[in-house]
């Protein structure tokens, strides 16, 4: 199944839909995608059946304008889970990786409030003036649970978006100095969507840790960044139970997978130079896509002044 979350044509009301002949089947409001999450999947399953029976309204996906499939989870956790990016990023910081890195998946958490819709333009943060794409994907709980076993917890999930992890260098560099983030420099806007992917689409794939699911970049029709799902070190079910250690996953809850290797600015212009990997820019197109999943595309927008604050 393929699910998404759009603003309708009628009413201009946001409602959910199966992605079904290339065409959205919208159920009635006030049904959201998190209100079908839960259990054993079998809402989602009874969900689909009425969408495709008996629509509220249909249309075309290419036509629709669509929101992040859960537009306010719950919470967004974010990665580091693919090592060659770990290590490029680590290497242009003068340091070695340090060893922990293999037995913490660490993450830190964005912010809810600010998701971002696959098509919806993104403002530059104030005060910044080295603004990155991350290409990711991330998962999406669908049944909660505490302390999950790594080889069970991938039954947890409800399926797969593409996630951008829109980050600010030079305000994520100087907060981090601090020995405390980021926060500011992760705090504008994350992007994910198109569709909520479950995970019985993505099996024929199945490869490594994850799916062997091409994973791209573009700025302005130019080709950055290419990389594969499956160079994940760490799994999602590995993910989600240590982000369940101690505490309890709840359905909606976001889990980023890190940027693949080569999939942001930072990491391509340390290997490539600023000259051909420049920061992004005011007017600047940003294409994120990765196969069964889909794209998000980002037009880039001017930043407001900082408020300053003393």
């Not at 259990?39 to 059946?49: C, M």
């Not at 859960?70 to 956790?77: G, L, Q, T």
């Not at 290590?87 to 913490?104: I, N, Q, V």
């Not at 098509?119 to 999950?148: K, M, N, Q, S």
């Amino acid at each position: 199944m393929r699910w998404a979350t759009y603003l309708s044509a009628s009413d201009g009301a946001e409602r959910v839909g199966l992605v079904h002949g290339g065409a959205l089947h919208g159920l009635p409001p006030p049904t959201r995608l998190l209100d079908l999450l839960g259990g054993d999947g079998t809402r989602l399953a009874q969900a689909a059946e009425a969408a495709i029976r008996g629509p509220a309204e249909v249309l075309p996906l290419t036509d629709a304008r669509l929101r992040a499939p859960v537009p306010v989870p719950p919470s967004i956790r974010d990665f580091m889970a693919f090592e060659r990016h770990v290590a490029t990023a680590t290497r242009a910081l003068g340091r070695d990786m340090d060893p922990d890195w293999y037995e913490l998946p660490v993450f830190y958490f964005s912010n809810p409030a600010a998701v971002h819709g696959p098509r919806d333009e993104v403002a530059i943060p104030p005060g910044c003036t080295r603004f990155d794409y991350e290409l990711e994907v991330a998962a999406v709980v669908g049944r909660g649970g505490a302390d999950l076993h790594p080889d069970d917890a991938e039954a947890h999930l409800a399926g797969y978006v593409v996630l951008c992890d829109w980050s600010a260098r030079d305000l994520q560099a100087r907060e981090m100095r601090q020995h405390l983030g980021p926060a500011k420099g992760k705090d504008s806007a994350t992007s994910f969507g198109p569709c909520l992917v479950t995970p019985d689409e993505l099996q024929p794939r199945r490869a490594g840790n994850a799916y062997d699911l091409r994973m791209t970049a573009s700025v302005n029709g130019r080709l950055y960044s290419d990389g594969t799902l499956a160079d994940l070190y760490w799994s999602f079910g590995q993910l989600l139970a240590y982000a369940s250690r101690g505490t309890r996953l709840v359905p909606g809850d976001v889990i980023g997978s890190g940027t693949v290797g080569g999939g942001c600015i930072a990491e391509l212009s340390a290997t490539g130079g600023h000259d051909a990997y420049p920061w992004l820019q005011p007017g600047d197109t940003v294409r994120l896509e990765v196969e069964e999943l889909g794209a998000i595309e980002a037009r880039i927008t001017p930043g407001r002044e900082p408020i300053p604050l003393r």
